[in-house]
C-alpha cells in the first residue's frame, strides 16, 4: 500500500511551493483588505479606481480558490491512502493514485503562474503587426497572423480589439494594431515579439514555388493611464484625423473619425479607426503612445546595460524568432527556446501556447545563467 506515499509527498511539496509562488500569505492579507474598501459607502464615486480594485480582488480570489482546492483535493487522496491501507482494498487505491494525478496535472498547469514574473505581466498588451518586404506574400502573411492572434485570445477567453488596419494592395495586410485585454495578456504575448517567417507554396504564383514571407510582431504593456515617468508635450505631437477606409470594414468599424498620433522626438506613431468619436479614438491613442514610449524608455535602459556590459543582444524587434514551414515539410519551429511541433495548422488556428510556455521557461533559464 505505501507505492502512493512517495506521490502524495510530491504534491504536498508542490503545494508548498505553490504557496510561495501565488504569495499565498500576501495575498490573503491583501483580500481582506480589498474586501473592507469595496464595503465603503462610497468606493464607486471613482469609477475608474473601483474598477481596478474590483479587477485586482477577483483575480487574487481566484488564486486562493485554486489553491485552497489542491490543498482540499490532497486531504481527500491522503485520507482515501489510509482508509486503503486499513481495508486492504486495491479499488480505493487506484482511485486515490487516480486523484493523485489529476491533482499533478493541475500542478503543471498552475505553475506556469510562477513563470510569470515580469513587472508588467499582469497587464494587457498592446501589439503592432507589420508586414516584411514581398507585397503580397508578405501582407497575405500578415494577416494570417493577425488570424492567428485572434483565434488564440477568443480560446483563452481574452477581449482582442482592432484599432486599426491599412489594407494590403492586393490580398492581407500592410498593418494591423490591436489590444488583448485580460489577465496576463503581455505576460504571455511577450514571447510573440519579434520576426516571424513563413515558407509555403505561393498561392499568388501560378508556378507554384516555394516563397518565404516576414512579418513582425510587436508586444508592448498597456498603460490605461500614463506612467509617471513618461511625459508627453501636445506640441511634441502631431494629430492627424481620417476616414478609414478600404476593404478594412471586414476587421474594424468604418468611421469618419480616425485619429492618428506621431509623437515627433521618437518617431513613434499610433492609430485608432474603432471607436465611435474621435475624442475616444484620440483617448486611446493617447494610452497607446504611453505604452510604446514606456517600452522605449526600458529598451534604451536594457541597451545601455548591455552595452556597460559588452553584451551582444541577440533577441530584439528585428530578430526572427519563429519560423513557420508548410512546404517541403511541416514545422513551425522556435529559434530561441528550439521548441517545435509538425501540426502548423493547428498553430495557425490559434493554438500557440505551447510556445508561449516553451520561451517563458527558456526565458527563466537564461535568467537563471547571467
Given at each position: 500500500m505505501s507505492?502512493?506515499?512517495?506521490?502524495l509527498r510530491e504534491v504536498k511539496s508542490r503545494l508548498q511551493e505553490a504557496s510561495t509562488y501565488l504569495r499565498i500569505e500576501e495575498i490573503l492579507d491583501r483580500k481582506i483588505e480589498l474586501e473592507d474598501l469595496v464595503a465603503q459607502p462610497g468606493f464607486w464615486d471613482d469609477a475608474k479606481g473601483a474598477k481596478k480594485l474590483s479587477q485586482e480582488l477577483a483575480e487574487i480570489s481566484e488564486d486562493i480558490?485554486?489553491?485552497?482546492?489542491?490543498?482540499?483535493?490532497?486531504?481527500?487522496?491522503?485520507?482515501?491512502?489510509?482508509?486503503?491501507s486499513e481495508e486492504g482494498d486495491n479499488a480505493i487505491l487506484a482511485e486515490a493514485n487516480q486523484l493523485l494525478q489529476d491533482i499533478g496535472s493541475e500542478f503543471t498547469e498552475l505553475e506556469l503562474r510562477s513563470l510569470f514574473t515580469g513587472e508588467h505581466d499582469e497587464r494587457d498588451a498592446v501589439c503592432h503587426i507589420q508586414s516584411g518586404e514581398g507585397g503580397t506574400e508578405a501582407q497575405d502573411w500578415a494577416e494570417m497572423l493577425l488570424r492567428m492572434y485572434q483565434r488564440w485570445a477568443e480560446q483563452k477567453g481574452l477581449s482582442f480589439d482592432i484599432t486599426a488596419v491599412s489594407e494590403g494592395t492586393e490580398a492581407g495586410i500592410s498593418s494591423a494594431e490591436f489590444i488583448v485585454t485580460g489577465r496576463r495578456a503581455y505576460g504571455m504575448l511577450q514571447s510573440e515579439h519579434g520576426v516571424h517567417r513563413l515558407v509555403r507554396i505561393s498561392p499568388f504564383n501560378k508556378q507554384a514555388n516555394r516563397h518565404t514571407s516576414f512579418a513582425s510582431m510587436h508586444v508592448v504593456p498597456f498603460f490605461e493611464e500614463v506612467p509617471d515617468q513618461i511625459h508627453i508635450e501636445e506640441t511634441e505631437l502631431r494629430i492627424d484625423t481620417?476616414?478609414?477606409?478600404?476593404?478594412?470594414?471586414?476587421?474594424?468599424?468604418?468611421?469618419?473619425?480616425?485619429?492618428?498620433?506621431?509623437?515627433?522626438?521618437?518617431?513613434?506613431?499610433?492609430?485608432?479607426?474603432?471607436?465611435?468619436?474621435?475624442?475616444?479614438?484620440?483617448?486611446?491613442?493617447?494610452?497607446?503612445?504611453?505604452?510604446?514610449?514606456?517600452?522605449?524608455?526600458?529598451?534604451?535602459?536594457?541597451?545601455?546595460?548591455?552595452?556597460?556590459?559588452?553584451?551582444?543582444?541577440?533577441?530584439?524587434?528585428?530578430?526572427?524568432?519563429r519560423s513557420y514551414v508548410m512546404q517541403p515539410y511541416q514545422m513551425v519551429k522556435d529559434l530561441r527556446s528550439n521548441f517545435e511541433i509538425g501540426a502548423v495548422e493547428n498553430v495557425l488556428n490559434g493554438q500557440i501556447d505551447p510556445f508561449i510556455e516553451s520561451y517563458l521557461r527558456w526565458i527563466r533559464s537564461e535568467s537563471n545563467e547571467i
Open positions: 507505492e502512493s506515499l512517495p506521490d480558490t485554486v489553491y485552497q482546492n489542491l490543498m482540499i483535493k490532497i486531504e481527500d487522496a491522503e485520507t482515501l491512502i489510509d482508509l486503503a481620417y476616414r478609414s477606409s478600404g476593404a478594412g470594414g471586414q476587421h474594424v468599424n468604418v468611421t469618419d473619425s480616425a485619429v492618428r498620433i506621431t509623437h515627433l522626438p521618437s518617431g513613434v506613431v499610433v492609430s485608432c479607426q474603432n471607436e465611435r468619436s474621435q475624442h475616444q479614438n484620440k483617448e486611446k491613442c493617447m494610452q497607446m503612445l504611453a505604452s510604446k514610449l514606456h517600452d522605449l524608455e526600458r529598451q534604451q535602459r536594457e541597451d545601455e546595460i548591455a552595452s556597460i556590459r559588452g553584451e551582444n543582444k541577440n533577441v530584439g524587434f528585428g530578430s526572427q524568432i
